[in-house]
T-cell receptor
């Protein structure tokens, strides 16, 4: 059982569809993150949840809606996306309160918007 | 403002040789951590090595070592005895202590360096 699991691994959706990305961590961490990685660009932090509360939203368009029902699960709900939203979406978790702890990442969901 | 800078978009190294990947950072927080991750073509981010701002010695993990020069704000990754499996994207990242409680301890990443190991 891997530490951070993301599903699905690949997703193709139309601009009018609604879909959700799921992330689950089995590490007992109390913070979870969504990152977007577009081709040839650095990772962009989208959302941060700490102790199940959203603590940061980096001005992400409202067509992306995060949900963190508990410390082990994180969702990213998608609706009316644009082709430029095609990217690799990475989920990560870490333990806050300790600056030296690394973030553990899932394998990502490769999203294509057509 | 960009806080992590990786100036080498791509690097080539011969198998079994050492390679240095550059990373510079900017912060006013005296307490911070620096991380290196490897991302193979599969997409997963794999943690390699960590350096704390107060650590007196450079971090080492197997073939990976971190050349930490605090005054110059650089944290270069050195990979010794390169292997074909080292071909991947490498990202430098930073966590500032001040973000831990009010920003969830987020990691900020650099642009990455694509390393290609030649046989």
């Amino acid at each position: 059982e891997t530490g951070v699991t993301q599903t699905p691994r690949h997703l193709v959706m139309g601009m009018t569809n609604k879909k959700s990305l799921k992330c689950e961590q089995h590490l007992g961490h109390n913070a979870m993150y969504w990152y977007k990685q577009s081709a040839k660009k650095p990772l962009e932090l989208m959302f941060v949840y700490s102790l199940e509360e959203r603590v940061e939203n980096n001005s992400v368009p409202s067509r992306f809606s995060p949900e963190c029902p508990n410390s082990s699960h994180l969702f990213l709900h998608l609706h009316t996306l644009q082709p430029e939203d095609s990217a690799l979406y990475l989920c990560a978790s870490s333990q806050t309160g300790r600056p030296n702890t690394e973030a553990f990442f899932g394998q990502g969901t490769r999203l294509t918007v057509v | 403002a960009q806080k992590i800078t990786q100036t080498q978009p791509g690097m080539f190294v011969q198998e079994k040789e050492a390679v240095t990947l550059d990373c510079t950072y900017d912060t006013s927080d005296p307490s911070y951590g620096l991380f290196w991750y490897k991302q193979p073509s599969s997409g997963e981010m794999i943690f390699l090595i960590y350096q704390g701002s107060y650590d007196q010695q450079n971090a080492t993990e197997g073939r990976y070592s971190l050349n930490f020069q605090k005054a110059r704000k650089s944290a270069n990754l050195v990979i010794s005895a390169s292997q074909l499996g080292d071909s991947a994207m490498y990202f430098c990242a930073m966590r500032e202590a001040l973000t831990i409680y009010n920003q969830g301890g987020k990691l900020i990443f650099g642009q990455g360096t694509e390393l290609s190991v030649k046989p």
